[in-house]
């Protein structure tokens, strides 16, 4: 597609639930990243996808977070027993080599957690 | 470690006056530089890009930015505001390695256009 499609665009979900967040990079970027936004602060670093692997998983907060990208193009954010904590804007972007000359961002999935 | 700090968490500007946003950096090399926008409910947007050719960028909607290695700034400025600037922007430093690139983002700088 044109950008870097994020979908839900919003999830509400309870404590303790199982969500799935989903990312469809620009077609050809081999780069892939997650990001999490709290309310009032700057993104932060989840994982950097080069291809089908995670070549930098070091920001994932613990291991309820994991994220995969099974063929190289679309990647899925997974988050397990969530907590009120995880409440933030997933964002997710992707270049077409390391990001040496920028990401191109998506919109971003909210998710509560209530 | 590379970080970068944003020294204005807001400003306030008249539309059709200059506008600075404050960005300095630290890194133990030449890092590569940007600026990136986010209005509301809306992704971030790239401004502009600093990657050690001219140290004078210019980027999207007549902002630019000066890349100054003896103050280890990189503001962003541009010469009038407009209402439609109002937004959060955010400095940010790419660090890549072998195998991984990161991001770190400056806490942001909120810009509040009034007429």
């Known amino acids: 597609g044109a950008g870097v499609s994020q979908t839900p665009s919003n999830k509400v979900t309870e404590k303790g639930k199982y969500v799935e967040l989903r990312c469809d990079p620009i077609?050809?970027?081999?780069?892939l990243y997650w990001y999490r936004q709290s309310l009032g602060q700057g993104p932060e670093f989840l994982i950097y996808f080069q291809g089908t692997g995670a070549a930098d998983d070091s920001g994932l907060p613990n291991d309820r977070f994991f994220a995969v990208r099974p063929e190289g193009s679309v990647s899925t954010l997974k988050i397990q027993r969530t907590e009120r904590g995880d409440s933030a804007v997933y964002l997710c972007?992707?270049?077409?080599?390391?990001?040496?000359?920028?990401?191109?961002f998506g919109s971003g999935t909210r998710l509560t957690v209530v | 470690a590379q970080s970068v700090t944003q020294l204005d968490s807001h400003v306030s500007v008249s539309e059709g006056t200059p506008v600075l946003l404050r960005c300095n950096y630290s890194?133990?090399?030449?890092?590569?530089l940007f600026w990136y926008v986010q209005h509301p409910n809306k992704g971030l947007q790239l401004l502009l890009k600093?990657?050690?050719?001219?140290?004078l960028v210019k980027g999207i909607n007549g902002f630019e930015a000066e890349f100054k290695k003896s103050e280890t700034s990189f503001h962003l400025t541009k010469p009038s505001a407009h209402m439609s600037d109002a937004a959060e922007y955010f400095c940010v430093v790419i660090r890549v390695t072998g195998t991984a690139s990161k991001l770190t983002f400056g806490t942001g700088t909120r810009l509040q256009v009034m007429l």
């Open positions: 972007a992707s270049s077409p080599d390391r990001g040496n000359y920028g990401y191109t």
């Open positions: 077609s050809g970027h081999t780069a």
């Open positions: 890194s133990s090399y030449s890092p590569s």
């Open positions: 600093y990657t050690s050719a001219a140290t």
